[in-house]
């Protein structure tokens, strides 16, 4: 079973500060990674998707990835209260000649004022 | 804007009941899914459909059943309800192409099963 493991927090940062989510998974032959974020009681929303080794910054956010050692992370600059939400990372792999999706069980963040 | 409608929001049924739940989408996408997200593992895929009448299991099909007849329409089907089905059960669709990875989500149903 190819899997995708999260720390599940919470992750408890001040505003203004630099949050740091990360993420890692278990199929290597996976190109595709993304993030989705999802506040309580509401659905999951794509928020970033990254597919080659680096950074790839997008306003306050910025997803990493570093395929040799299967982890990609997620910084989010400048933290806001409306920030506090549950960040999925997800994996695109293959699987019975379908690509699909995996998630993470999601990283709980909580930036107070 | 795309929009996934979930027919209900909170749904309560009792074990060995078969139990419907319906998802339509307006974008006029290919691709449709059935997840289902429970406190401490995440959204595990049930099942998936890329076309009309086609589906294919996810990694938790047990227990499920999905029919679609048209592209708008996927319906997630419990045969007998079972109290471990309890949990919250989203549908998501995609555009073909391009790994169907930016999933758009309906506001999901939160199923108990007494």
């Known amino acids: 079973q190819k899997e995708v493991e999260q720390n599940s927090g919470p992750l408890s940062v001040p505003e203004g500060a630099i949050a740091s989510l990360n993420c890692t998974y278990s199929?290597?032959?996976?190109?595709?990674f993304f993030w989705y974020r999802q506040y309580s009681g509401k659905s999951p929303e794509l928020i970033m998707s990254?597919?080659?080794?680096g950074d790839k910054e997008d306003g306050r956010f910025t997803a990493q990835l570093n395929k040799a050692s299967q982890y990609v992370s997620l910084l989010i600059r400048d933290s806001q209260p409306s920030d506090s939400a549950t960040y999925l990372c997800?994996?695109?792999?293959?699987?019975?000649?379908?690509?699909?999706?995996?998630f993470g069980a999601g990283t709980r963040l909580a930036v107070h004022p | 804007d795309v929009k996934v409608t979930q027919s209900s929001r909170y749904l309560v049924k009792r074990t060995g009941e078969k139990v419907f739940l319906e998802c339509v989408q307006d974008?006029?996408?290919?691709?449709m899914f059935w997840y289902r997200q429970d406190p401490g593992l995440g959204l595990r895929l049930i099942y998936f459909?890329?076309?009309?009448?086609?589906?294919e299991k996810g990694d938790i099909p047990e227990g499920y059943s999905v029919s679609r007849e048209k592209k708008e329409r996927f319906s997630l089907i419990l045969e007998s309800a079972s109290t471990n089905q309890t949990s919250m059960y989203l549908c998501?669709?995609?555009?073909?192409?391009?790994?169907?990875?930016?999933?758009?989500f309906g506001s999901g149903t939160q199923l108990s099963v007494l």
């Open positions: 459909s890329y076309d009309v009448k086609m589906k």
């Open positions: 199929d290597r032959v996976s190109q595709s």
């Open positions: 990254i597919y080659s080794n």
């Open positions: 974008m006029d996408h290919e691709n």
């Open positions: 998501a669709s995609s555009l073909r192409g391009g790994g169907n990875e930016k999933l758009f």
């Open positions: 997800a994996v695109k792999t293959e699987a019975g000649g379908y690509n699909k999706l995996i």
